[in-house]
């Protein structure tokens, strides 16, 4: 029977990512996946998808900047109280472009594989 639980901050668990950028897994509940991601200054996650999934980030700290779009053209940034929707199928990278960390939290929704590594942003 599910039930209503507690994730400790000390109970993350770190999941694969890119160098500079730490991920901690809090929640694997069906189609739902959450946890934090911390960018190191002059850290970005290379360019990626996450299939089916549609993703929140929410800013605690620092600034994230998103590119997309065709040639990766597009950014936004985000900075602390800020969301930020990546629809699902976007090619995208994250970047921290400033010289203190970001930390962001991340909930993503779907099927299918959670995260593709793409060549470069869309042509």
């Given at each position: 029977m599910d039930t209503?639980?507690?994730?400790?901050?000390?109970?993350?668990?770190?999941?694969?990512?890119?160098?500079?950028?730490?991920?901690?897994?809090?929640?694997?509940?069906?189609?739902?996946?959450?946890?934090?991601?911390?960018?190191?200054?002059?850290?970005?996650?290379?360019?990626?998808?996450?299939?089916?999934y549609e993703t929140s980030l929410y800013v605690v700290s620092g600034e994230v900047r998103l590119e997309f779009g065709k040639d990766g053209a597009e950014s936004l940034a985000a900075g602390p109280?800020?969301?930020?929707?990546?629809?699902?199928?976007?090619?995208?990278?994250?970047?921290n472009t400033i010289d203190t960390p970001a930390t962001t939290v991340m909930t993503r929704a779907g099927e299918g594989p959670t995260m593709v590594q793409v060549e470069g942003p869309e042509r």
């Amino acid at each position: 029977m599910d039930t209503v639980r507690r994730i400790a901050s000390d109970s993350l668990e770190r999941v694969e990512t890119w160098p500079g950028i730490a991920r901690q897994e809090a929640i694997v509940a069906g189609p739902m996946w959450s946890g934090l991601a911390h960018l190191d200054p002059g850290s970005d996650t290379g360019w990626h998808h996450h299939g089916g999934y549609e993703t929140s980030l929410y800013v605690v700290s620092g600034e994230v900047r998103l590119e997309f779009g065709k040639d990766g053209a597009e950014s936004l940034a985000a900075g602390p109280g800020d969301f930020i929707h990546v629809p699902a199928g976007v090619i995208h990278r994250e970047l921290n472009t400033i010289d203190t960390p970001a930390t962001t939290v991340m909930t993503r929704a779907g099927e299918g594989p959670t995260m593709v590594q793409v060549e470069g942003p869309e042509r």
